[in-house]
Every structure is written in structure tokens, then in C-alpha cells.
């Protein structure tokens, strides 16, 4: 297996920017979106997530979620939860 594991590595810590921008991401929104949420440039998120992106040993927004998620680093329940509550 060529994979790293990453469960084995020096502990993940994402900053509260960083959760912000993923948060956002998750939603469907696009990177000019959550800048424009954030009151941020374009460039400023993708700099934001391309550091989510190394330290979760991923390439993409979809797999950053996931990797986020399984690390119990972002409220998963926030996305999934019936409206009808």
C-alpha cells in the first residue's frame, strides 16, 4: 500500500479559516462564492485550501471534505441533518 497513512501522522490542525472555507466548500459554493462570503480575494481561498489540501494529503474539494470528516475535523452532522427538525 503506497498510500501514507495519515491517521499516523503528526496530528492535523486546520485553522478556523481554513474550516470556514471547507465548510463553505461543502455547501456547493464555488471558491469566488466563499471569497465573496468571506469578505476575502479568490486567490486568498485557493490559498486557504490549497493548504487544507497538504495537510490532509489530498487534490481535490470532494476528498478534502471526506479526509475533514473522517478526522472528526468539521461538523458533519451540520450538512447531513433533516431540515424538518
Known amino acids: 500500500m503506497s498510500q ?6 503528526k ?3 486546520l485553522t478556523k ?3 470556514e472555507v471547507l ?3 461543502a455547501q456547493g459554493r464555488s471558491s469566488q462564492e466563499v471569497a465573496d462570503a468571506l ?5 486568498t481561498v485557493d490559498f486557504h485550501l490549497a493548504n487544507i489540501y497538504e495537510k490532509l494529503n489530498v487534490n ?7 479526509r ?3 478526522m472528526g475535523l468539521i461538523p458533519v452532522e451540520a450538512f447531513f441533518s433533516d431540515s424538518g427538525d
Open 4 to 9: 501514507r497513512n495519515w491517521q499516523k501522522d
Open 11 to 13: 496530528p492535523v490542525r
Open 39 to 43: 469578505f476575502v480575494s479568490k486567490r
Open 68 to 70: 475533514a470528516a473522517q
Open 60 to 66: 481535490n474539494r470532494v476528498k478534502a471534505f471526506r
Open 17 to 19: 479559516r481554513e474550516i
Open 23 to 25: 465548510s463553505l466548500i
